[in-house]
């Protein structure tokens, strides 16, 4: 009896050792990354030329200062405005989301990018939250893609080389 009970906690010690590892590993789902794709890709890579690469470069932008308010405006209101990315120059305009997703979805979403559509090492970077993601959309002035373009500009200005 002793040591059927034994093995028994020791099974549950292994489902239980089991199921966290798992979620770490595999944290955020793509669930609500599927409308990005369509653009972005699955993988984040982009379409040189037309859609940006953000596999890697959110991670990038996520670590500089501005960079996770910037994020966030870009996710919810769209983005508009000459850009270079990889050498490449994109005139695209970017739709918002904040109408079709709520903050929880965007935070879900910029968890996604940041973290899974990442070769790069994330640790320091914090989670977003829905609370996060709501402040930051009641703080920013101007709700507009071509807004956003403007908050990038000043960004790379003051970043330089460290921008992704
Ligand atoms: C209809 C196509 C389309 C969809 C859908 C789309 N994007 Fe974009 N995204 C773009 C384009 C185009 C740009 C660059 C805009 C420009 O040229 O100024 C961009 C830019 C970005 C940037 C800024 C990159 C940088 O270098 O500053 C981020 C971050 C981003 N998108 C994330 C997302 C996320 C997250 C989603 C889904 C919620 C999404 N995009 C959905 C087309 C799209």
Redesign the pocket.
């Known amino acids: 009896m002793k040591i059927c009970a034994n093995s028994l906690v020791a099974v549950f010690g292994v489902i239980a050792g089991a199921a966290v590892s798992a979620q770490d590993q595999d944290s955020y789902d793509a669930d609500?990354?599927a409308?990005?794709?369509?653009?972005?890709l699955p993988d984040g890579a982009?379409i040189p030329g037309?859609?940006?690469?953000?596999r890697s470069?959110?991670t990038g932008?996520a670590m500089l200062e501005g960079g996770r308010d910037?994020?966030i405006t870009?996710?919810s209101y769209?983005?508009?405005?000459?850009?270079t990315?990889d050498g490449a120059?994109?005139?695209?305009?970017?739709?918002g989301?904040s109408a079709a997703?709520s903050t929880e979805e965007?935070a879900s979403?910029?968890n996604?990018?940041v973290f899974e559509l990442s070769d790069s090492e994330t640790t320091g970077i914090d989670e977003f939250t829905a609370e996060e993601v709501s402040s930051v959309q009641s703080a920013v002035a101007s709700k507009s893609?071509a807004a956003?373009?403007e908050i990038?500009k000043a960004l790379?200005t003051s970043h330089g080389d460290d921008?992704?």
Request: proline share 8%; charged share 5%.
């Open positions: 609500n990354y409308t990005c794709a369509a653009c972005h982009g037309a859609f940006p690469r953000i470069r959110a932008i910037y994020l870009v996710t769209g983005l508009m405005g000459t850009i990315v120059q994109y005139f695209g305009i970017m739709p989301n997703m965007i979403v910029l996604y990018i893609p956003a373009g990038r790379t921008w992704p």
